[in-house]
């Protein structure tokens, strides 16, 4: 019988993440660790899991705090020996970010963005990718977004330049780590879910987070000769 395979989530009490992590639960038995800031919001998704069938657990991670990733490394380390998918959700876009451009926006603005969106990011797959190396599998899939893609929007001076410089970066990240882990069978990808209706964000957007969630969820279930190193929306490689 085939072990049920182990799968992060972070910023995954609500939102894409939330649907993301529902997904690979229930619709592909996986147990899914929900790397939360919010325990009360991450056991409401826990809940939401278990009752449809699902299996899942609630982690404290900020992550751009070392410690706390350390921890839940060690204590993956400890329970399952292994991780088999992570999914980078977790990020900020600060108000004072979303009507800036790179020669106005506030470079705490900046710093604060990078923490989180691309440093909490890549220290956290630093520490998650061991679990994948020793035992040759690993899928990860990096949360970008459609405005980091500058081939394709008109205006790279405008759109909440801190978030998208950040997710630019990413993207950057995830053609480098793929590279390194090729051969390995470890797969990384960054996607774009798309212009998604969420509790907080863009509620004019026609695509739910379930929607949302459905190129997350591929990428995080890609079989051996699945592609790596990609940037993806709807199922479909784009530039950036």
Known sequence: MQQR????????????????????????????????????????????????????????????????????????????????VLVNNAAILLETDENATPGTVRMEAVRLTFETNFFGAWALTQAMLPLM??????????????????????????MAPAYRISKAALNALTVSLAAEMRGMNILVNATCPGY????????????????????????????????TGGFFRDRQRIPW
């Open 5 to 84: 395979r182990i799968a992060l989530v972070t910023g995954a009490n609500r939102g894409i993440g939330r649907a993301t992590a529902y997904q690979l639960a229930v619709r592909h038995d996986m147990h899914i660790l929900l790397g939360v800031r919010n325990i009360a919001q991450g056991n409401s998704v826990a809940r939401e899991i278990t009752a449809a069938g699902g299996s899942a657990t609630v982690h404290q991670l900020d992550i751009t705090n070392p410690q706390q990733i350390k921890q839940l490394a060690h204590e993956l380390t400890e329970r399952f020996g292994r991780l088999d």
């Open 133 to 158: 190396r020793q035992h040759h599998y690993g899928r990860v899939v990096n949360m970008s977004s459609g405005i980091a893609a500058f081939q394709e929007n008109d205006a790279p001076g405008e």
């Open 196 to 227: 998604v209706r969420t509790e907080t964000h863009n509620l004019d957007a026609e695509r739910t987070t379930d929607e949302g969630a459905d190129t997350p969820v591929w990428l995080a279930t890609l079989p051996e000769n699945g592609p």
